[in-house]
């Protein structure tokens, strides 16, 4: 079972920022935490990651609470395009890579016009 | 930017026969793997590939499947005998590995399974 906790569903107004919280209160200390969205009919598109410290790049931030146990994904200016179910997956270091992600349920943010 | 692609788009097939369905990573990653999503429900893992061996495989990848790299730039899975429950999205992913840290896995977008 997945190790993070997120809304079902959000709604933000276009244009405004997006904030996805995830909760993962059992992560480990060599785990990373790692963001997909999946938009209607397409593959799981990665977004960002990081492991203790905030983290930026052109699609979005990660802002990770010293406790390493919340999570919240922002994207600062959402366009409909935005519209997907959001993904928060815990990921051991195993240095290998080979590990496969466990998906939850995701967060299903909707853009209003 | 490179992408995993995979094809067919949609594969339509009987129940019992073999199904192959092919991806083409991302040309510089090392390591591979097969999800399936099942219509309406969570991602989830099947399998994954490094210098041509099975790494890490769930429960749902029985002796019905397989996985091949058959040359440079191909990766496929295999079913021998679909049945009905095999219907879903097949996605296929890279990822490149640097030992001191994780490195993202790449999706295509899928191959649409549907068993009749």
């Known amino acids: 079972d997945a190790k993070t906790t997120q809304p079902p569903s959000m709604d933000c107004a276009e244009g405004r920022a997006a904030n996805l919280p995830c909760n993962h209160s059992t992560i480990s200390g060599n785990e990373y935490v790692y963001w997909y969205r999946q938009i209607h009919s397409q593959g799981p598109q990665y977004i960002i990651h990081?492991?203790?410290n905030n983290e930026t790049n052109e699609m979005a931030s990660l802002i990770i609470t010293e406790d390493r146990k919340s999570s919240t994904l922002i994207l600062p200016h959402a366009t409909l395009r935005d519209t997907a179910v959001y993904y928060c997956?815990?990921?051991?270091?195993?240095?290998?890579?080979?590990?496969?992600?466990?998906f939850g349920k995701g967060t299903h943010l909707i853009i209003q016009p | 930017e490179p992408e995993v692609t995979q094809t067919p788009s949609h594969q339509v097939t009987q129940m019992g026969q073999e199904v192959i369905l092919r991806c083409v990573p991302i040309?510089?990653?090392?390591?591979f793997y097969w999800y399936r999503q099942i219509l309406g429900q969570k991602v989830e893992f099947l399998v994954s590939?490094?210098?041509?061996?099975?790494?890490?495989k769930s429960e749902i990848f029985d002796d019905q499947f397989s996985v091949e790299r058959p040359d440079g730039s191909n990766f496929t899975l295999k079913i021998r005998s679909t049945k009905l429950e095999d219907s879903a999205m097949y996605f296929c992913a890279s990822s490149k590995t640097i030992r001191l840290a994780n490195q993202p896995q790449h999706f295509g977008d899928g191959t649409r399974l549907s068993i009749l």
């Open positions: 590939f490094y210098n041509n061996e099975i790494s890490e």
């Open positions: 040309s510089n990653h090392l390591y």
């Open positions: 990081g492991l203790k």
């Open positions: 997956i815990v990921r051991a270091n195993s240095g290998g890579g080979a590990d496969g992600l466990t």
